[in-house]
């Protein structure tokens, strides 16, 4: 278990649904991100939530909406997608400080259809 | 900005053989620097990282690597290839001054381990 939980792991939707992805830790952490996984593509930081505030969108669409309610939860709004979106969507927790490094959610593998 | 990269998207070896993945990186202050591992539908483990320690750092599984400043590069080695080390390896660097702790990821290197 990597103390980051992310529901559900695979999630088929039609490009005119609504969804949400979920992200959950309880190892303390106060900040969260969203990153994106496309095959052979970079990994694509998508938002980062420092202290339930968001400090980072690098540009993404507003089909995707994040959101946290608090320091151990962290959204992902997902409507009107597109099949370009079908990706891995990866959610990750650090304690905030440079030398941490992050700890990974198993991700959620999107196909949109 | 910082910026990783990580030379040659696949690697192949023998099991057995050493295993040597390629990471440079660019920073205009002491970065720290992280090795991590992701099996097919998982999502990415650390495997080790640098912090301004030992130049040598050592990792889970018999991985290690090495911080060179001069070279700006930290490299990811073990001597000896297990069929279970097939996977794809990111390096990735911090942005000290950057909100939030945020990680630069370099492109990966998919490692495939020949029997």
């Known amino acids: 278990e990597t103390g980051v939980t992310q529901t559900p792991r695979h999630l088929v939707m039609g490009m005119t649904n609504k969804k949400s992805l979920k992200c959950e830790q309880h190892?303390?952490?106060?900040?969260m991100y969203w990153y994106k996984q496309s095959a052979k593509k970079p990994l694509e930081l998508m938002f980062v939530?420092?202290?339930?505030?968001?400090?980072e969108n690098n540009s993404v669409p507003s089909r995707f909406s994040p959101e946290c309610p608090n320091s151990s939860h962290l959204f992902l709004h997902l409507h009107t997608l597109q099949p370009e979106d079908s990706a891995l969507y990866l959610c990750?927790?650090?304690?905030?400080?440079?030398?941490?490094?992050?700890?990974f959610g198993s991700g959620t593998r999107l196909t949109v259809v | 900005a910082q910026s990783v990269t990580q030379l040659g998207s696949h690697v192949s070896v023998s099991e057995g053989a050493l295993v040597l993945l390629r990471c440079n990186y660019s920073?205009?202050?002491?970065?720290?620097l992280f090795w991590y591992v992701q099996y097919p539908n998982q999502g990415l483990q650390l495997l080790l990282k640098?912090?301004?320690?030992?130049?040598l750092v050592k990792g889970i599984n018999g991985f290690e690597a090495e911080f060179k400043k001069s070279e700006t590069s930290f490299h990811l080695t073990k001597p000896s290839a297990h069929m279970s080390d097939a996977a794809e390896y990111f390096c990735?660097?911090?942005?000290?001054?950057?909100?939030?702790?945020?990680?630069?990821f370099g492109g990966g290197t998919r490692v495939l381990v020949k029997p």
């Open positions: 990735a660097v911090s942005e000290p001054q950057a909100a939030g702790n945020k990680l630069t």
């Open positions: 990750a927790s650090s304690q905030g400080t440079p030398a941490y490094g992050y700890t």
């Open positions: 190892l303390g952490h106060n900040a």
């Open positions: 920073s205009s202050v002491p970065p720290y």
């Open positions: 939530y420092s202290l339930e505030e968001r400090v």
């Open positions: 640098y912090t301004s320690a030992a130049t």
